[in-house]
């Protein structure tokens, strides 16, 4: 038995060690808003944040986890009010929308240490891919986050 806090609230999982956090998310916690990807941890759909850390959950073993705390997109605000949330929309950044709760969380725990990026910081440090190919929207809307978190 795995013990997690996931979005506040103690989860018990009874899986192999070897299960990715992804799968246990989506599978075993039905919070679908994590999404499958590539599986090698190279696209970024499947961020979350594990011990405040932004991560790729489909490369991070279960059996790593106990006692760990992880937010999913559904953990981040319960009314989509949250600065990044409300600036993805006001830029209408998502086209096809499937990878976006990864650009989210990646893009929330990047505000922690870059509180006014520039271009180039989020071009070296926002590594999350984007099929529809919405990158402009994208570093806008971090630039209007980071207005929003500094008010």
Not at 62 to 80: H, Y
Not at 113 to 125: G, L, Q, R, V
Not at 127 to 132: F, G, L, P, Q
Request: charged share 20%.
């Amino acid at each position: 038995m795995i013990k997690l806090n996931v979005n506040g609230r103690v989860q018990n999982v009874d899986v192999e060690p070897e299960m990715p956090l992804l799968w246990v998310l989506r599978d075993e916690l039905k919070l679908a808003g994590t999404k499958y990807g590539c599986g090698i941890a190279q696209c970024g759909a499947c961020t979350v944040h594990i011990n405040g850390t932004a991560m790729r959950s489909c490369s991070v073993p279960i059996g790593a986890l106990d006692g760990a705390k992880v937010i999913t997109i559904e953990g981040l605000s319960s009314d989509n009010n949250h600065p990044v949330q409300r600036a993805w929309i006001e830029e209408g950044v998502p086209q096809c929308g499937y990878c976006q709760s990864g650009q989210i969380m990646a893009v929330v725990a990047f505000l922690k240490n870059f509180a006014k990026p520039t271009d180039a910081d989020i071009d070296a440090n926002i590594t999350n891919i984007c099929r529809c190919g919405t990158y402009e929207r994208l570093r806008r809307a971090i630039h209007r986050a980071a207005d929003m978190m500094k008010a």
